[in-house]
């Protein structure tokens, strides 16, 4: 095959997180990878080895996503996971769909005890919702609604999840544009994800000194001073 058709029909498998771009444009825009479309109970996940979707699992509570729900390629977070982004848009979409978005917003949230940024976004291709350019644009009753289902959605699971007041379009972009460098200090620059090293325990070796033994010479000395004596 020619350069020119691989170019076109790629035979290698591309990975979602690793071989997609996060757009040219970031943060003003960025690519988003969508794995849950508006609408589902379905928490569908990327399987990070395979780069496959795998069920997650279905919500225990009788909530659904609110909007598409998805990632960020080429992003990393602290919890080791690319950053999630919500896509608000007037149309579902299948899952895996890759889809340009701006940033207008972030949820920032305490999921489990760890810190979990949920970046809110529009589509941009999308005229029902493109003239958003920050949350204060969205309709109060949509962004009440967005801050309700992370409050509920794992209500039924025992899990602990505290939400804060949703920040703008300022704060979305300044978290968009760290997970963007975190990922290419990290799989770029680096050599994969840091992980803390347990020190391991200083043992101090105690070994008794052999006692130096005389020579027979100053033996054969001593003796001699003492017939002396």
């Not at 029909?9 to 690519?31: A, L, M, Q, R």
């Not at 976004?121 to 309700?148: F, G």
């Not at 840091?194 to 325990?201: E, G, I, S």
């Amino acid at each position: 095959m020619s350069k020119e058709k691989d170019s076109i029909y790629p035979t290698k498998v591309v990975h979602p997180w690793h071989g997609v771009s996060h757009g040219d444009n970031i943060p003003e825009e960025f690519n988003a990878i969508i794995e849950i479309p508006k609408g589902s109970k379905l928490k569908y996940e990327l399987d990070k080895k395979t780069g496959l979707l795998k069920v997650d699992r279905i919500l225990y509570s009788s909530v659904v996503y609110p909007h598409s729900y998805g990632f960020i390629p080429q992003s990393f977070c602290e919890d080791g996971d690319p950053i999630d982004v919500l896509v608000i848009m007037s149309e579902t979409v299948v899952p895996m769909s890759l889809i340009k978005c701006r940033p207008i917003g972030v949820m920032q949230m305490i999921d489990d005890g760890k810190r979990d940024d949920k970046i809110i976004s529009v589509c941009v291709d999308d005229p029902a919702v493109n003239t958003y350019n920050d949350i204060s644009d969205l309709p109060t009753h949509t962004l009440r609604e967005i801050r309700k289902f992370f409050n509920d959605y794992k209500d039924l699971e025992n899990k602990t999840v505290k939400t804060f007041d949703p920040q703008g379009s300022i704060k979305a972009k300044q978290i968009v544009e760290k997970s963007v460098r975190l990922y290419k200090e990290i799989f770029i620059d680096g050599n994969g994800p840091k992980t803390k090293k347990k020190k391991k325990k200083e043992t101090v070796k105690t070994t008794k000194k052999p006692l130096k033994k005389k020579s027979s010479k100053k033996i054969k000395k001593n003796k001699k001073k003492t017939k002396k004596n």
